[in-house]
């Protein structure tokens, strides 16, 4: 019986021993006994010969840290531009722009008339616009230098069409005849107006003006008008619709004659250009560098006759032109060019001499200075 009791007794101790020791061994980092440093070494030696598969699970790889660190954010650029030669460059641009693979994101808004586009870039609606040239020097005064021209994009497009019955070999065969029109206060009316002064025309010829380039076309086909001015590709468009109808002058070519008539200095018919808002170019400086490379890129791959069709079916897709195959035959004769910097400023600087000379209200009323010019 004694015996029995005692073993009970030590047996009681044992446990207690060994549960004292397991909960000082979770309280306490210090080792308690052999049994303590044991189950320490194994746990050194397990941690020791455990593989890391943990880091490679939350740690991305060094090559995609290093691809999301150099990655840009594409800037927003809310970019307008007008049905027409004057926005025709910049459909492959908005091609790539769609398929997610251009530097910026353009959201582009497409305007029939430059006076719809006016307004949204004096407000900021606007980052980038193609409009006319005259326009960019009128926005340039109006904005008190808030617009800057990027480049020059559209040389001379303008020619005039007469009717089955009329006859117009010369600009003198327009005295005492009435000649429809579109883009009053823009550069058609500027041109056309310095042609006829230079014949001393000005006020022996009526000429209506309509608000859009449709409109002029209408008023042919209805037989309202006999001669029509309206630039390509309406030209091709208005040919296609209007039977008999054909190109009596072409206007680039009589430009140069009244230039030369009236004794000025040679200059280049430039007709449309891109302009951007001051305020953005100082904020996103790459954008616009980008957005340069990459419309001079659409240019160039709209002018290369290898890409007509393409070119032409994207000018449709994109509502610049209403149909692919009078786009395709425009734009040969669409005259669509890349120019900046200081050979911009050399060649539009004389155009807009001649337009301040003729009329300072055509550039805004006075001659932009150097700060109007964007240096890249």
């Not at 004096?122 to 040239?133: C, F, H, Q, R």
């Not at 005492?176 to 823009?186: E, L, M, R």
Request: charged letters at 20%.
């Amino acid at each position: 019986m004694k015996k029995t009791i005692s073993l009970l007794l030590a047996l009681c101790l044992l446990l207690s021993a060994c549960g004292t020791r397991t909960l000082d061994s979770k309280a306490d980092t210090t080792p308690a006994e052999s049994t303590s440093e044991a189950a320490s070494a194994a746990s050194t030696a397990a941690e020791s010969t455990m593989p890391e598969t943990t880091e490679p699970e939350t740690t991305a790889p060094e090559s995609t840290v290093q691809a999301a660190s150099e990655a840009v954010e594409r800037t927003k650029v809310n970019f307008g531009l007008l049905a027409g030669p004057t926005g025709m460059g910049a459909a492959k641009l908005l091609a790539d722009n769609e398929a997610g693979s251009s530097a910026n994101e353009y959201v582009p808004t497409l305007f029939n008339a430059p006076t719809d586009a006016a307004p949204k870039l004096i407000s900021g609606e606007l980052d980038i616009a193609a409009v006319p040239t005259n326009l960019a020097a009128v926005l340039y005064q109006k904005t008190n230098g808030a617009v800057n021209l990027l480049a020059l994009n559209t040389l001379g497009v303008l020619y005039l069409l007469t009717a089955p019955g009329e006859i117009v070999a010369s600009v003198e065969d327009l005295k005492g005849k009435t000649v429809y029109s579109s883009g009053q206060a823009a550069v058609p009316e500027y041109v056309l107006s310095y042609i006829l002064d230079a014949y001393g025309l000005k006020d022996e010829v009526e000429v209506v003006y309509e608000a859009e380039h449709d409109a002029v076309i209408a008023a042919v086909a209805s037989s309202k008008a006999k001669i029509a001015v309206l630039p390509e590709p309406k030209v091709t468009a208005a040919l296609s619709k209007v039977e008999g109808l054909s190109i009596a002058l072409d206007l680039t070519e009589e430009w140069n004659k009244a230039v030369e008539k009236r004794g000025q200095s040679d200059c280049t018919l430039s007709m449309g250009c891109v302009v951007v808002r001051k305020a953005f170019a100082e904020e996103h400086p790459e954008a616009v560098a980008a957005f340069l490379k990459e419309y001079e890129a659409s240019i160039q791959y709209m002018s290369d006759p290898a890409n007509a069709d393409d070119a032409a079916a994207l000018c449709e897709r994109f509502t610049i032109i209403p149909k692919a195959a009078v786009a395709k035959k425009a734009l040969p004769n669409s005259k669509l060019c890349f120019v900046t910097g200081e050979e911009m400023k050399t060649q539009i600087a004389p155009f807009y001499q001649i337009l301040f000379d003729f009329d300072p209200a055509a550039v805004g009323g006075k001659l932009p200075d150097d700060a109007f010019y964007f240096a890249k």
